[in-house]
């Protein structure tokens, strides 16, 4: 299908000819395949075209007549994962990278509203200024700060900056059929503040599992939640890339990579950090993580790899701490150094000795720079077990289970061999937790084979084993195979989805489609 | 060199966006985000470096050819000027420029270039400058300045002024200051009358062949003087003399410096003495054929190692910007008394270009006139009275977007503040 010429037309008079286009190698440029989950195929189907709006209005009288034209659409911010792509013809893009403005960042209730375009770096250096933090997304800070795009937002900062299903405030959706509906308090009283009321709360119809992924509607402003940041108004660097060393933050913050003896011995000690909410940063954290990000280059990641493989187990945490005052401080070390030492853990001399290298860690992980060197550079592609959010136990053992399945993949040859081992993210200082499961392949036929195998078995895992439902369960084809054990919610889900989406206008092969 | 020889690193982009961003460890506020005008100023994707490789494997794949309606439009809005490169490599082992040039070369190969750039390789291929409205002849500039022909005599330094200064009579100043600068310090140094194009510029627009054909000829001009040393004022030669010829292979027994290069380096050395107080606060732009693009050029040759990781047998250094020309000007800058130095957000390796590379400035004027007058009102928001640099490109079009956006900013070469501070 490609549009008519009255078709473009009409799109070309709501934004105006220098907004959309369908020139040939646009199209290419939106279809070459995302690093994540890549398929052996390089180009996804072609949008028909691209737009690029800028206002509320614009998307409205867009979407509207997507329904009209019985053309689908598909809206993304900075477009990184498969998710904003294309499945088939007859889709064109809102690109929503003009939509770029902080519209507000209240100090005194600790919230920020942003449009799609913002992204997390620019969220968090402005709130810094004002001794505030935001929740980073841990695929990076080059994501979009908005709480309800970019998957679930789980990252490095968690602990202390929780992930977007709970920072998510008030919210401002375009629905499918072209609607602007006003969210939690934004829908009563005209305020940001709360995402659930006084007002209409649709909190969980609308994030479904992991967010929609583009498949309803467009989320053009959210508020979300702010932390208190201990740190600098800013921090200094010296250095040029990729070998940056803050010059001005290390003295206020502490960080260590602890390897514990068991899986037991780290339970236990991320539950102790947790109840004594000592730590701004704590997240399992694996050597091959840890060697990818210190490293600037993969030689240098496989000597740090092997380097680490000496000293560190598979059970690994990293831990950052940061004092709001010098007595804060002091107690806040006191108290992870007892941790430690009732549960065995071993400080990497790497990070405790060495202070470039560790000053280095600290801000790459506070500002989460590091992903893309933890999961793409060794082969461009990363795939691998999402897992969910649960108990943090339970969330690590179903990653510890599927280890099982990434080592066969490993001795296989089929993806990279930097051994098996999980990493988790405590949430809130609780005990409430997400694991993940890194695995990074060239994308070719065998492997990409080879990975639809270790997903079948992954979901195996959790269905069998009770592990609940994972955060790489999006689509219809992995909504059929929990829905049934998992009180049929697909089936409300796909009702959800007929209800705001008659027409079937906002794709939504990554979220959930109307089919019966 | 082909694009061919890129695929291996054009499929490792992940489309993180990285290449639109500075590296954002080094990001203080909203502003200034952004490293590529391109992508900046025409909002698609396609105009992204990352972009620009889907496109090369598009390409590569047949999926498009190059005669796709709309291609060059977007092959040619680009400066090169290799931000998306360093932030790309901040945390990848992958090339994004090479690949963007490889484009280029392969559109001119196959007759599908850019007309006005045509003409600009048309003057250089009959032996003239690179410039469009050339407003002085060959040599001109130094007709009073009695300096030495080192293509006749013998001389220790040779002296580049390069097309942009020496057809240019608003930089003639730079050039006839350089030249009294290294007088005052007893330097031997001499000028061509008939100085030949660097080339350097050809490469960036596609055009390989004549870029290196013209290396070639340089280099036996230059290897038939008896110079140790040459300095150039302009960013862009000395990204030719230094990198470019390198990467062909063309190489000779002499040191390449740009002249914040040569006289930071005279000033150690206390053959030169800035002692007049020059009262001002600037800002240094570094122009990115100088500093990010200005680190010598690695050779490698080598295969990717068959496997599952991006490794390579011999293993591969990448040029991540990290030996770039950033502390001589800022070391000479700072020895001037009175002198004051403000950075703008973005300097050093992920330094906002001034939008003249990549013939840009002759291909779509308007865009680069955007993207100038982006980066003065950076420096403005610094506070300072000046914006200093070391390339005649980016002087004029800053100047130009001063004019335009009645700015009161002044622009200098670096050369012009020493002067000041010693003649």
Redesign the interface.
Known sequence: MTLSKNQYTAFEDIVGPE?I?N????L?????????Y?PPQ??SPLFEA?I?PNTNEEIQAIVKLCNKFKIQFKASS???GPYNDATAPGCIKL?L??MNR?IEINVKNMYAVVEPG??G???Q??CM?LGLNCNQNGA???CSASPIIGHCGFGHLSQSGSYGERNQLALEWITPEGDMVRLGSLGSIGAWFCGDGPGPSLRGAIRGNVVPMGGLGVFTKAATKLYHWPGPM??E?KG?????VPTSIAKDFLIRIYSFPSMDMMDLAQQKIGEAEIAYELMGFNKGMAASNIA????EM?ELHAEFSKLLTDYCLMVIIGGYSPRDFEYKTKVLNQIATDTQGKSLTKISDDTEVAAGCL??WL?A??S??EV???????AGEVGGTDVFRLMADYIVETAKVKQKMIDD?????DGAPPFTQAIEHGHYGHGELLI????NPA?WAGMMDFMAKANEIAIKQHFGVPGHVFSDAQHDIYGPHVMNYHKWLRKLKKSFDPNGASEGSHHITVKE | MGLEEFKDDMSACCRCSACKYVPLETLKGYDHVDICPSISRFGYRAYSGGGRLGIGMALLNKEMDYSSPGLLEIIYNCQMCGGCDISCKYAMDMEVLDPMNEIRAECIKRNNSHPVLDKIITSLKNGGPMVLEANAKQGEWASELGTKDYTKQSVQVIYHAGCRTRHDKARWPIAQQTIKLMQKANIDVGIAMDEPCCGGRAYQMGYQTEAIEKAKRNMEIFNKSSAKTLVTGCAECYFAFKVLYDKFGIKGDFEILHTSEFFARLIQQGKLKPGKKVNMTVTYHDPCHLGRQGEPYIHWKGHRVPGQLIVFDPPKEFRRGMNGVYEPPRNLLQSIPGLKMVEMDRHKEFAWCCGAGGGVSETNPEYALWTATKRIEEAASTKTEAIVTGCPGCENLFEAAIRKNESRLKVYDIVEILARAIL
């Open positions: 907004y286009s020139n040939p190698a646009i290419y440029s939106y279809s070459w395949r995302s690093g994540l890549a390089d180009f691209i690029l900075t477009g990184w690109d990278r003009r902080i913002v992204i770096t620019q969220l250096a402005e200024k990076g800070t080059n800013s921090v660097l040029v890339s990729p070998k940056y600037t280059n993969n030689e496989l801000w790459r500002r720079t590091g893309i060197r793409f550079r060794a082969t461009g592609c990363f040859k089929l993806i990279f061999n990074r392949y060239i994308p492997n």
